[in-house]
């Protein structure tokens, strides 16, 4: 079976907001109709958004990481969300596991935005029906798209490469590679919802140089005996001297 | 959570329905097995769960204007092998159907006798399609109260006390005003009514006051850590990804300050339990039927802010991610 998800790099989001922006757009031009947008240059702008990109200081200052937090519908694999359904609107795809929204059965009835503890559900004020993620399942599919693109629009749009997109059912995909040896992880696992989507944490890229590393060993100007002129301290372009 | 005015008057409502169709249904089931006298078929049973009937409705009106698109309001019968929204959906009609139906056979003297015993007890066709209505009414209260029980991250709701307070709540409505009705239609029953209206009313107390303290103690699962899953103490939202609100501001949190909801909460243990009672008895003592009315009125009103209160109590998890509220 397929569990289509993201993965999202949290040491690699920059919070530029990219992916909110081209979530909103491919999907607000889509079939599925308009997601509305009130006063959005005003002074209390709202609307329906799949995606939100949040932004959390860890650490007390002057020791703190800011992290950017991209946040959508995780797919759950036993999403409580679709149970409580009365209509049969919310429904979770056999295929390939996507947690879906049929807008035209909807009756607007929120419950299943109560049943969510994520908070990625968000009412449609103008249609009145609920809405969330799709995985971009009208793209990912579409064979008139170059097969680089079917891929969801966020993903397209992120220019740092946090998102990825893929099937983590499946061992060898790069999504549960990526899980498996980043340390991938999903939100709120006291809830037994087992969200598709994962996490990759935040890493500590240190690197130790030893002093013998500082000097180059095999430099082929040093068999030749040719005298080097530059005193051993003096500065480089690469961090380590000739010598 | 935000809690939605027709999601309030529903409940509420209902719950009156419900109760009121219990005692009228009480009174003649005792008055079957000879405990009490029978009362009018006309002016009491058919009447009274009339009374019900129109409760009852005026909660299903109520709960439209919850929804976005009320004209599919059907659809929603459709999914009750796991949504209890569903069997809700599917409950409710069938007791306004039993309860019409209860009431339609008093008022038309549609009854037949099915069976008398030696000492006088004895077997109408109405008290069977009551016993039907009866086991309906119940069967709502499970599902009201397990709409909210169900969802277990509602730490609030989700315990067994939700279901017996939706129980004993909309039963102590229905019997105070069986008490007030009865006192015009049937005033032999005043008592009987008003003795059990008060006994409903006070298990209510302890079953209330107990979900209040358990919710006053929860230990919460779900934190900022296991939110965004970062192991730290001091984890603080800077931004919520957007500076205006969305339905996730304004849908889960009831925005009233700690003040109010401390006060609130007294407001309705007075109005729904403490203050009924005291009418309640005073007007059995001085067979007053605007005093009993009162009773009623205020126990409603107190109803109403116990579930705006049960609303507004329940922290949703989400709120973790929008903390800048
Ligand atoms: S994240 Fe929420 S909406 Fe998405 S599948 Fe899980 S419970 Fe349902
Ligand atoms: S709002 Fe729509 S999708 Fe959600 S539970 Fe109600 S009918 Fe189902």
Redesign the interface.
Same mark, same amino acid.
């Given at each position: 079976m397929t569990q289509l998800a993201l993965v999202i790099d949290l040491n690699v989001c920059v919070g530029c907001?990219a992916c909110?922006i081209s979530c909103k757009e491919w999907n607000t031009s889509g079939p599925a109709g308009t997601m509305c947008d009130d006063?959005p240059y005003g002074?209390?702008?709202?609307?329906?958004?799949f995606n939100?990109?949040?932004?959390?200081?860890?650490?007390?200052f002057p020791y703190t990481e800011?992290?950017h937090?991209p946040?959508s519908c995780l797919h759950c694999e036993d999403p409580?969300c679709?149970?409580?359904?009365?209509?049969?609107?919310s429904y979770k795809r056999e295929n390939d596991g996507i947690v879906l929204v049929d807008y035209d059965?909807?009756?607007?009835?929120?419950?299943c935005?109560?049943?969510?503890?994520?908070?990625v559900r968000?009412?449609d004020?103008h249609?009145?029906?609920m809405k969330k993620c799709t995985l971009c399942v009208d793209r990912i599919y579409d064979e008139s798209l170059p097969k680089a693109e079917r891929k969801p629009a966020c993903v397209m749009a992120c220019p740092t490469s946090a998102r990825l997109f893929g099937d983590v059912h499946d061992p060898q995909s790069e999504v549960s590679i990526a899980i498996r040896e980043e340390g991938g992880?999903?939100?709120?696992?006291?809830?037994g919802t087992r969200p598709s989507n994962h996490?990759l944490?935040?890493r500590k890229m240190r690197k130790h140089i030893h002093k013998d590393e500082l000097v180059r060993a095999d430099n082929p100007l040093k068999k030749e005996q040719r005298d080097h002129a530059e005193p051993i301290d003096a500065p480089t372009l690469d961090d380590s001297t000739s010598w | 959570?935000h809690p939605a005015f027709s999601v309030v008057f529903l409940t509420t409502l209902i719950g009156v329905g419900q109760g009121l169709f219990l005692a009228i249904f009480t009174g003649q089931s005792y008055s079957a097995v000879e405990l009490l006298p029978s009362e009018d078929s006309i002016q009491f049973y058919a009447m009274g769960s009339m009374l019900a009937l129109a409760f009852l409705f005026a909660g299903l009106i109520a709960s439209l204007f919850?929804?976005?698109?009320?004209e599919?309001?059907w659809?929603?019968?459709?999914?009750w092998r796991?949504?209890?929204?569903?069997r809700e959906?599917i409950i409710l009609p069938l007791v306004m159907f039993l309860v019409c139906l209860y009431s339609l056979m008093h008022y038309f003297g549609w009854d037949t006798m099915l069976f008398t015993s030696k000492t006088g007890a004895h077997l109408q066709l109405t008290l069977i399609v009551g016993g039907l209505g009866l086991i309906a009414t119940l069967a709502l209260f499970l599902c009201t109260g397990m709409?909210y029980a169900?969802?277990?991250?509602?730490q609030e709701w989700a315990t067994p006390l939700t279901v017996i307070n939706y129980l004993l709540l909309g039963s102590a409505s229905g019997f105070v005003l069986a008490t007030a009705f009865s006192s015009y239609n049937a005033p032999g029953l005043v008592k009987f009514y008003g003795i059990w209206a008060t006994i409903i009313t006070l298990a209510a107390l302890l079953t209330r006051s107990a979900a209040l303290l358990r919710n006053a103690r929860i230990k919460y699962?779900?934190s900022m850590q296991?939110?965004?899953?970062?192991r *730290?103490n !001091?984890?603080?939202?800077?931004?919520?990804?957007?500076?205006?609100?969305?339905?996730?501001t304004r849908?889960?949190f009831h925005h009233q300050s700690r003040l109010f909801m401390k006060s609130i909460k007294w407001v309705f243990m007075l109005l729904t339990f403490f203050l009924p009672l005291l009418f309640l008895w005073s007007g059995i003592e001085q067979a007053n039927s605007s005093t009993l009315i009162l009773a009623f009125l205020i126990q409603y009103a107190g109803l109403i802010m116990e579930r705006w209160f049960f609303f507004a109590q329940a922290n *949703?998890? !989400?709120?973790l991610?929008?903390q800048s509220l």
């Open positions: 907001h909110v006063n002074a209390d702008p709202t609307g329906t958004f939100r990109v949040q932004t959390y200081e860890i650490g007390e800011t992290v937090f946040k409580p679709v149970p409580v359904c009365p209509t049969g609107a059965k909807c009756i607007g009835c929120r419950y935005s109560w049943a969510c503890p994520y908070g968000e009412i004020e249609e009145k029906v992880y999903a939100l709120m696992p006291e809830w996490y944490p935040r | 959570m919850h929804l976005g698109h009320p599919r309001a659809r929603a019968a459709t999914k796991t949504s209890w929204l569903s959906v709409i169900a969802i277990k991250f509602l699962k779900s296991t939110a965004i899953g970062i *730290h !001091q984890i603080q939202q800077k931004s919520m990804g957007f500076m205006g609100g969305s339905v996730n849908d889960f *949703h998890p !989400q709120n991610y929008y």
